[in-house]
């Protein structure tokens, strides 16, 4: 597997203060790579980095081997695609005009063919066929965030940077998503997607690195990095790590009493 990015010693700092501090990391086509951690960790901050849209105090960070300020801003777009943990659409277009500006990059560089052929390969993927006509401001948060997640695959970019894609989801299109996060890896793909569900990182994530305080403080398989000891440090919470589970991918429980009134 190449490297899609490379960063060294990375630091951003916003309204003063340093929000990222000292990352070092790998992002390499072929893989999912779920970033996790507390609120207010910087795991925004960090993919924001990623994009280019945060700037870089200090440290570098290598795209497909070049730096990333070397990077015209129409490049970056036919590199690199990104969903955003708000999705911003404020005028209301509608669900397959969003989906279409996922090709405006490549405006003038593919074919009429390929544009459609993305494009409907993207409202499949992410089950937004019955909403193309609505108003992308008239829907629920999850269809936002799938109608967004289409833009994004409509892209079609080399690496995916995806914030939160899951947040607002119901359990089949949460599941949906990380599949389409499989599918796009095994297409050779960088993926990097933020969460916060730590079972669902373990089961589709092929590493996963956990973000405290603006740093990287554990990174590898979700079995390496899934320690009790890690994951109650990290958030301060006691959890049980299950290992046997139906799929082998360890799942994450809090400590929780309990109840008896709970099954009555
Ligand atoms: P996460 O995505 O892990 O929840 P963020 O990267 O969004 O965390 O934010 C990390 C920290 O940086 C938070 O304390 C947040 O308040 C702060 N922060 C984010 N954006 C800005 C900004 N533009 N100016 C100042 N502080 C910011
Ligand atoms: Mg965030």
Redesign the pocket.
């Known amino acids: 597997m190449t490297a899609a990015y490379e960063v060294r010693g990375l630091t951003c700092r916003?309204?003063?203060?340093e929000?990222?501090r000292g990352v070092d990391l790998e992002v390499r086509h072929g893989e999912v790579l779920a970033l996790v951690?507390?609120?207010?960790?910087?795991?925004?901050?960090?993919?924001?980095a990623l994009t280019g849209d945060v700037p870089v105090a200090s440290g570098e960070i290598l795209l497909e081997g070049r730096p990333l300020g070397q990077w015209s801003s129409a490049d970056l777009a036919r590199a690199r695609s990104v969903l955003l943990?708000a999705n911003q659409v404020s005028f209301p277009f509608t669900v397959r005009e969003v989906v279409e500006m996922g090709r405006s990059p490549w405006l003038g560089r593919s074919t009429a063919q390929e544009d459609e052929a993305a494009i409907a390969e993207a409202i499949e993927r992410t089950d937004i066929a019955h909403l193309l006509d609505r108003p992308f401001t008239a829907l629920s948060g999850g269809e936002r965030a799938r109608a967004s997640l289409a833009r994004v695959l409509a892209q079609r970019t080399p690496v995916v940077l995806l914030?939160?894609p899951t947040a607002a989801l119901d359990l089949r299109h949460q599941e949906d998503v990380m599949v389409v996060a499989r599918d796009l890896a095994a297409a050779g793909r960088a993926v990097v997607v933020?969460l916060h569900d730590l079972s669902l990182a373990a089961a589709r994530a092929d590493r996963m690195a956990i973000?405290e305080a603006?740093r990287i403080v554990g990174i590898g398989t979700p079995a390496d990095v899934l320690t009790p000891e890690t994951v109650e440090r990290v958030y301060g919470i006691a959890v049980h790590v299950l290992t046997d589970t139906p799929d082998g991918h360890p799942i994450v429980v809090p400590h929780r009493e309990r109840s008896d009134t709970a099954s009555s």
């Open positions: 916003l309204g003063g203060r929000i990222v951690g507390p609120n207010g960790a910087g795991k925004s901050t960090l993919l924001g943990q914030d939160e933020v973000v603006g």
